[in-house]
Antibody
Framework: QVQLQESGPGLVRPSETLSLTCTVS????????WSWFRQPPGKRLEWIGY???????KYNPSLKSRVTISVDTSKNQFSLKLNSVTTADTAVYYC????????????WGQGALVTVSS | DIQMTQSPSSLSASVGDRVTITCQAS??????LNWYQQKPGKAPKLLIY???ILETGVPSRFSGSGSGTDFTFTISSLQPEDIATYSC?????????FGQGTKVEIK
């Protein structure tokens, strides 16, 4: 089964840009849609957006104006950038393999806690 | 967006009990419904997809049913290792959304 691992700073200042990278091992980025999710403390999971290996993207309308997801197939990585962060963006961020079949959602990273604080 | 509402928010049951969680969608999502288990500090684990199909390797005491707007998740005989939060998620259309989760504890 494919494995995913998030990496990036655990602390981001308000108004700055949150950046995370997901490294995929045990499989290629070809096929499937590669997503970012987040879960604020004590709250439900939220889908942020996905990227296909071709580079096409879809974002949650609630975050669309601040989100960019990109892919580097040579490194088997995809990345998240969320700009103009506030304390409301403090959350555990997960990368995951997703798709339009329910069974596609079976591979997740362990999660990365990102705290927005001055 | 499609709103997903789970009930109850938490429950306490004894080992061996049958546990049932419901999930209601604000619109018809056919059978495009996943169930996850999440233990503290861990990533969500897919247990059931397409409302009723057991993911490979998941114990058969877990099951799901339903279609349209009303869904049910059942643990037929609660085990100590089942202590976790369970969440539903639709994948009918974007944006994919989740229920608020049901925390299952041992009585």
């Amino acid at each position: 089964q494919v494995q995913l691992q998030e990496s990036g700073p655990g602390l981001v200042r308000p108004s700055e840009t949150l950046s995370l990278t997901c490294t995929v091992s045990g499989g290629s980025l070809s096929s499937y849609y590669w997503s970012w999710f987040r879960q604020p403390p004590g709250k439900r999971l939220e889908w942020i957006g996905y990227i296909y290996h071709s580079g096409s993207t879809k974002y949650n309308p609630s975050l669309k104006s601040r989100v960019t997801i990109s892919v580097d197939t040579s490194k088997n990585q995809f990345s998240l950038k969320l700009n103009s962060v506030t304390t409301a963006d403090t959350a555990v961020y997960y990368c995951a393999r997703t798709g339009y079949s329910g069974s596609d959602f079976n591979s997740w990273g362990q999660g990365a806690l990102v705290t927005v604080s001055s | 967006d499609i709103q997903m509402t789970q009930s109850p928010s938490s429950l306490s049951a004894s080992v061996g009990d049958r546990v049932t969680i419901t999930c209601q969608a604000s619109q018809d999502i056919s059978n495009y419904l996943n169930w996850y288990q999440q233990k503290p500090g861990k990533a969500p684990k897919l247990l059931i997809y397409d409302a009723s199909i057991l993911e490979t390797g998941v114990p058969s005491r877990f099951s799901g049913s339903g279609s349209g707007t009303d869904f049910t998740f059942t643990i037929s005989s609660l085990q100590p290792e089942d202590i976790a939060t369970y969440s539903c998620q639709h994948h009918d259309r974007l944006p994919w959304t989740f229920g608020q989760g049901t925390k299952v504890e041992i009585k």
